[in-house]
């Protein structure tokens, strides 16, 4: 049977980890998401060995929030709730990216900052009800940011040069 | 009375954040809550006072998945207010943008939303490279999905937010290299589709419920845009019906409290589509996927997850047809001088009919507009079938645990998005 141990046995090279990712969505479209399934068409044989998804709402249902190597932030913050979360996974993350126009310049998931007062308060009464932040934030407003990858979307391209040089440094 | 509450946040592997509540009191469904996770981005709100011909761009940024959709449905709003007419081969160049999109984002959802649930998996990069058959779906999953995203480069700019198709035309064209290299990983792909179908011809997921259908059928072949409104009561929307479609009928539907409308919920999608206009499809999936097409039309919502495979095949055989036998020639976009007005677009978006309504000035500037999303009309029939799946499981007396997987699979096997939906679902908001 496979599961038996073998007594011949090939001493195998040490496993190095896998670098733990998260990926998580606050206020946006997710364009980036959908940009970084699309980039591993091309290189998923080589993440799978590489990544450990840890936490990827859009990958998986078994999600764990313990620590991560990378932490790759899309979209802006939007509520109390949205600032107390990208504030843990900060703690809980060597480094952390901010990828997409929202998560690197707020816009333009923060286009209600640039209403008009008119505007403003046809809108406050959805803003109260669901306690929203009066102002969205760009993550850099609310944690220290190691890399940003601006676009809307990224660039794929883009992308993979910070995440390639991110794995680099990790790996030392 | 013994009461059962069962709740699931953030539902995995769904377009955007969404949640579900459910009240059970003695065996019976009492309430249902498919609700919003995400923030509203007031994207309605944000268009007015821009120019019209930065709209598209602008709603393109409700939602990135679907984002190509919101670029055809505004463009064909701000044409409908300004009363022009594209060119043969913009139409063309349209139809494929959406096969573009279609193939890549079914793609997305068959193979790493649901496949798992059919082998038992968490994630589909979970799939077993030394099993045969998983190794071969790895393999499909991500060719099928390259094939879609390289057509939407090639005609579209990118399958994001697409920066080619503009008002009244587009800016670049595919050239005959472009187009060879499209249809020959198209034909590569293809025997990866026809397994496809065959899984979800098998797959052991059902949910028979009888609902009604609604779609943009084209008056051509199959496909996402132009042609007609209709329903399988035999109703049918034209053109010129609209405005009032959407204000008397999808409007009041989508917004309403009560579950139904006009005594029945409605569904939009790749089943309705299907169901409503398979005879449409091209020959060549007609031929190939004529055993899987014998299921429709369909009232099990799990077949949606089929009807979306074989829109792939419909998408790729399409376009091959359609690259193959065009040269693409450099046009000029088609100006027109402003005028104030009203303009209605309508497109079968992935997830069914998308409704995009403008108002400009005399200057080309947006006074109101108003976007309606598939989601937003299928939530009714959503809550509708947790409460069908959900009671027989009770009676079983089935893990909450279970249970909630359960109906979760139901959920995905709508295809969701809650990115849009976010911004059109009727308010039944979390709150805080």
Redesign the interface.
């Known amino acids: 049977m496979s599961s038996q141990i073998s007594t011949t046995q090939v001493p195998s090279k040490p496993q190095i980890p896998k670098i733990k990712i998260g990926w998580f ?1 606050f ?9 970084m ?2 980039v ?3 290189h ?1 044989q080589e ?2 060995k590489l990544f450990d ?1 840890r936490h990827a ?7 764990i929030m313990d620590s991560f190597d990378i932490a790759f932030i899309e979209g802006a913050m ?2 109390p709730e949205h600032i107390e979360k990208l504030k843990d996974i900060r703690s809980r993350s060597k480094k952390l990216v901010a990828v997409g126009a929202c998560a690197v310049v707020g816009m ?2 923060a ?2 900052n640039t ?1 008009t007062e008119e ?1 403003k308060a ?2 406050d009464y ?1 803003l109260t ?4 932040l009066p102002d969205v934030k760009k993550v850099s407003d609310v944690v220290k940011v190691d890399v940003e990858i601006p676009g ?2 990224m660039d794929p391209k883009v992308f993979l040069e910070k995440v390639n040089a991110l794995v680099k440094e990790l790996r030392g | 009375m013994h009461r059962i509450d069962l709740r699931l946040d953030h539902i995995t592997k769904v377009e955007g954040d969404a949640s579900m509540d459910v009240t059970v009191n003695d065996g019976k469904v009492t309430d249902v809550k498919f609700a919003i996770v995400e923030y509203k981005r007031f994207f309605t709100e944000a268009m007015k006072g821009k120019n019209i011909a930065a709209i598209p761009a602008h709603l393109s940024r409700i939602c990135g998945t679907c984002s190509n959709a919101h670029v055809m449905a505004a463009i064909a709003a701000a044409e409908n207010a300004l009363g022009i007419e594209v060119t043969p081969q913009t139409k063309l160049l349209r139809k494929l943008t959406m096969h573009g999109l279609v193939s890549r984002d079914h793609a997305l959802h068959l193979y790493l939303f649901v496949m798992p649930d059919l082998f038992g998996k968490d994630a589909f990069l979970d799939f077993d490279d030394e099993d045969p058959i998983q190794h071969q779906l790895l393999h499909d999953g991500f060719d099928v999905k390259s094939a879609g995203n390289h057509l939407s480069q090639l005609v579209a700019g990118r399958s994001v937010h697409a920066t080619f198709p503009v008002i009244g035309g587009f800016l670049k064209f595919p050239t005959p290299e472009g187009a060879a290299e499209c249809v020959e990983e198209m034909k590569a792909v293809r025997p990866a589709v026809l397994r496809l179908i065959k899984i979800f011809m098998d797959a052991p997921l059902h949910l028979d419920r009888k609902t009604k259908y609604m779609a943009l059928i084209p008056d051509d072949t199959f496909g996402y845009i132009g042609g007609k409104i209709v329903t399988d009561n035999g109703e049918v929307y034209e053109q010129k019906d609209f405005r009032s479609h959407l204000e008397h009928t999808v409007l009041p539907y989508s917004q309403a409290s009560a579950y139904k409308y006009k005594g029945e919920s409605y569904m939009v999608g790749a089943l309705a589509r299907i169901n409503l206009a398979k005879d449409k499809l091209h020959p060549n999936t007609k031929e190939s996927a004529a055993e899987a097409l014998k299921l429709f039309p369909s009232t099990d919502i799990f077949h949606n997850n089929l009807a979306q495979a074989i829109e792939i095949l419909h998408s790729i055989d399409e376009s091959i047809e359609i690259l193959t036998n065009t040269v693409f020639t450099p046009e000029p976009v088609i100006k027109v001088p402003m005028r104030a007005g009203t303009g209605m677009g309508v497109i079968e978006a992935p997830r069914g009919t998308l409704y995009h309504k403008v108002v400009m000035d005399e200057n080309g500037i947006v006074l109101d507009g108003e976007v309606i999303v598939p989601t937003g009309q299928n939530q009714v029939n959503i809550e509708r079938d947790v409460s069908a799946i959900v009671e027989p499981l009770i009676a079983e007396d089935e893990s909450k645990e279970k249970i909630g997987m359960e109906i979760e699979k139901l959920i995905r096997a709508y295809d969701p998005c809650m990115s849009c939906g976010a911004h059109f679902l009727k308010v039944k908001w979390k709150g805080k």
């Open positions: 969505s206020s946006c479209c997710e364009d980036n998401t959908i940009v399934t699309e591993m068409n091309d998923w993440w799978k998804f709402r859009v990958l998986k249902s078994n999600n939007a509520s333009p998931a286009q209600r209403f505007q046809s809108i959805l009800r669901f306690g929203a809307c979307p």
